[in-house]
Nanobody
Framework: QVQLVESGGGLVQAGGSLSVSCAASGRSFSSYVMAWFRQSPGKEREFVAGISRSGSTTYYADAVKGRFTISTDNAKNTVYLQMNSLKPEDTVVYCC?????????????????WGQGTQVTVSS
């Protein structure tokens, strides 16, 4: 079992930056691939970014490529999402997810554990 707790969401102006974190507890963090998804009310979860177990390979949705960076700190059992050049359309709840599969995937069924999410609001 892995428990995931996000933090760091909040309000930021368009063009600004924000970092969200996801702390994992339970079994070995480095055994999981990690990802960030986001979800608006009434819409399906949208893949944002994923990172391999080693942290050496990252994947991004086209909508955030070049603006967002996913990273991990295995010593702290934490995955981060650094968000730059934020846009009002980035306003959603961001959730982290963990998977026992060998590589990150962009579909939510790929993941075994989910955090509760943290709200990010970008004002225009």
């Amino acid at each position: 079992q892995v428990q995931l707790v996000e933090s760091g969401g909040g309000l930021v102006q368009a063009g600004g930056s924000l970092s969200v974190s996801c702390a994992a507890s339970g079994r070995s963090f480095s055994s999981y691939v990690m990802a960030w998804f986001r979800q608006s009310p009434g819409k399906e979860r949208e893949f944002v970014a994923g990172i391999s177990r080693s942290g050496s390979t990252t994947y991004y949705a086209d909508a955030v490529k070049g603006r967002f960076t996913i990273s991990t700190d295995n010593a702290k059992n934490t995955v981060y999402l650094q968000m730059n050049s934020l846009k009002p359309e980035d306003t959603v709840v961001y959730c982290c997810a963990a998977s026992r599969r060998v590589a990150p995937g962009k579909y939510d069924y790929w993941y075994d554990y989910w955090g509760q999410g943290t709200q990010v609001t970008v004002s225009s």
